[in-house]
């Protein structure tokens, strides 16, 4: 069965950084493989960050603005979000995610959560004005 593990997450002051990491276990990396990460803040729904498809493309939600990069080590099998000049905006639990990217897909649908079929805990990440 399919396991993600996130860790990274933590409390930093409005312009700092954080990179979040995220183990999967028993995961096909495939020509279909499809990794993301997704955040959701108390009362609002889950929104998605940022996608990677295994030849390495990505595509990230419009509120990114060149901020995070999402990035992958297969031989790892980790998963990784780097976010720079963070807003009090970004605080929310933070999600990694695997699911198989469908024959009809489109940039914007990589974003959307019922892709993915495997999800981790989350790790809060808090950020202070």
């Known amino acids: 069965q399919v396991h993600l593990v996130e860790s990274g997450g933590g409390s930093v002051q409005a312009g700092g950084s954080l990179r979040l990491s995220c183990v999967v276990s028993?995961?096909?990396?495939?020509?279909?493989?499809?990794m993301g990460w997704f955040r959701q803040a108390p009362g609002k729904e889950r929104q998605g960050v940022a996608a990677?498809?295994?030849?390495?493309?990505?595509t990230y939600g419009d509120f990114v603005q060149g901020r995070f990069t999402v990035t992958q080590d297969k031989d790892k099998h980790t998963l990784y979000l780097k976010m720079n000049t963070l807003e009090p905006e970004d605080t929310a639990m933070y999600y990694c995610?695997?699911?198989?990217?469908?024959?009809?897909?489109?940039?914007?649908?990589?974003?959307?959560?019922?892709?993915?079929?495997?999800w981790g805990q989350g790790t809060q990440v808090t950020v202070s004005s």
């Open positions: 028993e995961y096909t990396y495939d020509r279909d493989a499809l």
């Open positions: 990677i498809l295994s030849d390495d493309r990505t």
């Open positions: 995610a695997a699911g198989r990217k469908p024959w009809d897909w489109g940039w914007s649908s990589l974003l959307r959560s019922p892709l993915y079929d495997y």
